[in-house]
């Protein structure tokens, strides 16, 4: 599924710094999301979008800041970057305007904060 | 919200058996239930799922149950082989939000 590509795929920084995930689709998807995946935690939903310029909060989104101009892009930014925000972050996106239709991830970033 | 969860979190089973893997959900408006499959290091792909209007789906090995009254799915794998060794996780959608997902499965299926 090369039509959803995220990047980079690892990242070290420190605590602190800015940090920006990217995520690119090219279905023209209207609904994208931002997941992070952590040992014994599954993957728990960070923000979401419906569409360009709607974005809404999930279940982890302290710390976590996104934007959506462009249909095809979503940007994730930690701030200030924190030691427990070390995890895997995954994008997905789906088009969901007739019914609930299936989710496709990108392939992760994973980051670490030092 | 809702909430998703999932049993057993590993499971080991001997290649050819069957594999069961469980899921309940709490949330009643819940209308759509995927499966992902997760090899090590890779995306989670989907490889089933299922609406609130139909029992049972299958797909080849695959084929998931949903009882909408129990609030409970479930994920069966038939002639299980090396290659279904993997992390399996369900998830639950309104239509509201995104997807709940469960805490997932380690599935190892020994030659």
């Known amino acids: 599924d090369a039509g959803i590509t995220q990047s980079p795929r690892y990242k070290i920084t420190e605590t602190g710094r800015q940090v920006t995930l990217m995520c690119h689709q090219t279905w023209s998807h209207s609904y994208m999301f931002w997941y992070r995946q952590d040992l014994g935690h599954g993957l728990r939903l960070i923000y979401y979008s419906a569409a360009a310029d709607i974005t809404d909060k999930g279940e982890v989104p302290d710390g976590y800041v996104v934007s959506r101009s462009k249909t095809e892009n979503f940007p994730l930014t930690l701030e200030s970057a924190t030691r427990s925000q070390t995890s895997v972050y995954f994008c997905?996106?789906?088009?969901?305007?007739?019914?609930?239709?299936?989710?496709?991830f990108g392939d992760g970033t994973r980051l670490s904060i030092l | 919200g809702e909430n998703v969860e999932q049993h057993p979190s590993t499971l080991s089973v001997q290649e050819g058996d069957s594999a069961v893997i469980k899921c309940t959900y709490s949330?009643?408006?819940?209308?759509?239930f995927p499966w992902y499959k997760q090899e090590l290091g890779k995306r989670p792909q989907l490889i089933i799922d299922?609406?609130?209007?139909?029992g049972e789906k299958k797909d080849q090995r695959i084929a998931v149950t949903l009882n909408k009254t129990a609030k409970h799915f479930s994920l069966h794998i038939t002639e299980t082989q090396p290659e279904d060794s993997a992390v399996y996780f369900c998830?639950?959608?309104?239509?509201?939000?995104?997807?709940?997902f469960g805490s997932g499965t380690r599935l190892q299926v020994q030659p």
């Open positions: 949330d009643s408006a819940s209308n759509y």
């Open positions: 998830a639950a959608h309104t239509g509201r939000r995104a997807l709940t």
């Open positions: 299922i609406r609130s209007n139909v």
């Open positions: 997905a996106s789906s088009e969901q305007r007739v019914s609930n239709q299936p989710q496709h």
